[in-house]
């Protein structure tokens, strides 16, 4: 799965500041185009950074028709799909229509707070049910459940799973990961600030929430990771120090709708139980994008 190496985009879903919060199609369209021009490798659709709790099935169904029929073979796509019920799960993937779509990125359950083997159990079930290659999600934050190397490196042996978002924070266990992981296992950073890190002892890249706003910037930062040149690469990943922490400060994805809003390529707008970024925040972040 070389087509997900380099820089890949959870991207938003963009709403209308209407009372509905009615989902932009056309800002979709305008969203995808903004990304393919500027550098980003591939596209993840419907991850958790698009607000996926807060969607309907309609919702989904046609935000997934309109990213495949909109990219038209331009770039690969991953679909976000998980949850904490595993039979739930696999019916859903029964029913759900991936044809144009190269992978399935499914966060480890939520809530539950699944042993080791439960996590296991859960991707082995989804893994054989899926269609199309599946990436894990690690991102102990949201889930309150890590995933430990040992258990990573057990599913990585499935042969439908290829690979793993890892936003634990925890580099000792990725560099675990990395030094006894399948030479095909994709390691991909899910935490922005760690890319170049993660490409530094193997990592393929990353799927990002900055690279919404920034994709050239973030595209060439992890380009020149990827290439070996580090003192680039580390530059690039300065710039971004200051922003970075401004994306979360009110919830992702408030942030880096609040900085695509500045930049005229969709609303600030979100769906409850977020709120669309304070003034504060959105001052904040409109100096930093004058700034650069």
């Keep these: 799965m070389d087509k997900l190496r380099g820089t890949g985009v959870a991207l938003v879903t963009p709403f209308l500041p209407s009372p509905d919060r009615a989902v932009d199609y056309p800002a979709l369209r305008r ?3 903004f990304q393919l021009e ?3 490798d591939y596209l993840v659709i419907n991850g958790t950074t698009a607000e996926s709790p807060t969607l309907t099935v309609e919702e989904r169904t046609e935000i997934r028709r309109v990213a495949r029929e909109h990219t038209a073979g331009r ?3 991953v679909y976000g799909l998980g949850g904490n019920d595993t039979a739930a799960l696999v019916r859903t993937l029964e029913t759900t229509d991936l044809s144009g779509y ?3 990125l499914s966060a480890s359950p939520y809530y539950n707070k699944p042993s080791q083997r439960g996590i296991i159990a859960h991707y082995q079930c989804l893994a054989d049910a899926s269609p199309v290659p599946v990436l894990l999600y690690n991102v102990p934050g949201r889930t309150s459940s890590n995933l430990l190397a040992a258990t990573t490196l057990e599913l990585a042996q499935h042969p439908n799973i290829i690979g793993i978002k890892e936003a634990s924070g925890n580099l000792e266990q990725c560099i675990a990961i990395a030094a006894q992981k399948p030479d ?3 390691l991909v950073s899910g935490d922005d ?3 170049t890190a993660l490409i530094s002892f193997g990592g393929a890249g990353i799927i990002s929430v900055l690279a919404n706003a920034f994709p050239q910037r973030f ?3 992890t380009r020149a990771a990827l290439n070996g040149d580090f003192a680039k690469a580390s530059q690039l990943l300065f710039g971004f120090t200051q922003l970075n922490p401004l994306m979360y400060e ?4 408030v942030g880096v709708k609040a900085a695509l809003a500045a930049q005229g390529l969709c609303a600030d707008a979100v769906r409850l139980p977020l709120l669309q970024a304070s003034e504060g925040l959105t001052g904040r972040i409109k100096s930093l994008i004058t700034a650069a």
């Excluded at 009110?250 to 994805?253: I, K, Q, R, V, Y």
């Design 31 to 33: 969203l995808i185009d």
């Design 38 to 40: 500027n550098g980003t």
């Design 75 to 77: 770039t690969p796509l």
């Design 102 to 104: 190269d992978a399935l």
């Design 184 to 186: 095909d296992f994709l």
């Design 193 to 195: 600030m760690m890319t």
């Design 219 to 221: 595209s060439a930062m």
């Design 250 to 253: 009110e919830s992702n994805p």
